[in-house]
């Protein structure tokens, strides 16, 4: 019994032109009689052959539109062994035009990568009997060698393009909190303004900075300030629409963006809305382990802007500076408080 391991395989497709043109090719004048090739659809396992469950699912690639005893036979070959020189006769009563076509072997090659990941078979029925087919099985074994090469330059490009994707992704998200980064908010907010103009619109920018976070570094460890980094960006995440942009802007910094009021008379009860939202859901209790911390919050600074009147670098000075604003009001309230307390 041969082993084969399973990997992430990337499947060829059954319309594809460069297969059926080499099926077409192998079956003019090369002792192979309808070619084809069977390629696996499984989950990516470790496969034994013959004989295995999980090959259970295949397609099949030929130059004509496949014939139904190519498909019995391809599901032959996966109960009885991928690698395969069978005898036809007991299929002429199930397929009569084998026997008028005076078909006596079916021959089976896998189609194995490099990497021991068995992709398929390749397959041929002969009017050879089977010590007679030596030289047809030569054929089959060179044409999969062939295949495997192509379905691996296939897998190639297909990593590449998925490693391009998590490359983006990654470029995109930030890795503690797993919130887009910078680059992704400043890249999304031109498409925020411009959404706003077309529907008359304004867009609610809103500049979060957390307040005592370098104490809470210094007095409690940077784990734990990881730790509430993420705890804020979940909390972000719950109070906001699908539509809408919230991210880390880098370090303590935070910025959520969305569509605000059309009348301008509602824009200041936007605001309050907003930023009343924002305080609720990041001040209070944080549990890290054995650890619970009560936080105040964070200093918001929220401004709403009309997008024809105001570009998006001048939305995030006017909310980083209403943000500053607030913060002075905060320590101020919460120096007058202490001076209470003494």
């Known amino acids: 019994m041969n082993e084969y391991t399973g990997g992430n395989v990337s499947l060829l497709h059954t319309d594809n032109s460069f297969i059926k043109e080499l099926m077409q090719f192998c079956g ?5 009689y309808s070619p084809w090739v069977m390629v696996l659809e499984r989950e990516y396992s470790s496969v034994i052959v013959p004989g295995s469950a999980q090959l259970s699912r295949y397609h099949i690639i030929s130059s ?24 036809l006769a007991e299929f002429y009563g199930q397929f009569p035009e084998l026997e008028a076509a005076v078909m006596r072997t079916h021959l089976s090659v896998p189609i194995i990568l490099r990497d021991g990941t068995l992709y398929g078979s390749v397959n041929s029925v002969s009017k050879q009997e089977k010590e007679d087919c030596q030289v047809t099985v030569t054929r089959l074994v060179s044409l999969a060698k062939i295949i495997a090469r192509y379905a691996e330059e296939l897998l190639v490009i297909e990593q590449l ?14 890795a503690l909190t797993q919130l887009p980064n910078r680059r992704a908010i400043f890249d999304r ?11 008359n619109r304004t867009v609610l920018i809103s500049y979060i900075d957390l307040d005592e976070f370098k104490k809470i570094n210094d007095d409690l460890g940077h784990d734990t300030g990881d730790e509430l980094l993420k ?13 809408d942009i919230v991210g880390r802007i880098g370090g303590d910094e935070f910025l959520l963006a969305c569509l605000g009021p059309e009348k301008k008379a509602a824009q200041k ?29 964070a200093s918001v600074g929220v ?4 997008p024809d009147k105001c570009s998006v670098e001048h939305a995030l000075k ?24 003494t």
């Not at 003019?28 to 192979?32: A, E, H, K, R, V």
């Not at 393009?161 to 930030?174: E, I, M, V």
């Not at 909310?319 to 604003?325: E, I, S, V």
Request: charged residues 25%.
């Open 303 to 306: 401004v709403s802007v009309s």
């Open 64 to 87: 004509e539109r496949h014939a139904a005893w190519q498909q019995i036979l391809s599901g032959q070959t996966l109960r009885e062994g991928i690698y395969c020189l069978k005898d």
């Open 318 to 341: 006017l909310a980083d500076t209403a943000m500053y604003k607030e913060k002075k009001e905060r320590r101020r309230a919460a120096a007058n408080q202490k001076e209470r307390l």
């Open 189 to 199: 907010l031109p498409a925020l303004f411009s959404l706003a103009k077309r529907i």
């Open 269 to 297: 009860l936007a605001i309050a809305t907003i930023k009343n939202r924002i305080h609720t859901a990041l001040r209070g209790q944080y549990t890290f382990g054995n650890l619970c911390l009560w936080y105040e919050g």
């Open 28 to 32: 003019t004048d090369s002792g192979l």
């Open 161 to 174: 393009k998925q490693d391009n994707y998590h490359l983006a992704l990654h470029s995109y998200t930030d």
């Open 231 to 243: 705890d804020i960006g979940q909390r972000l995440q719950h109070i906001v629409r699908e539509e």
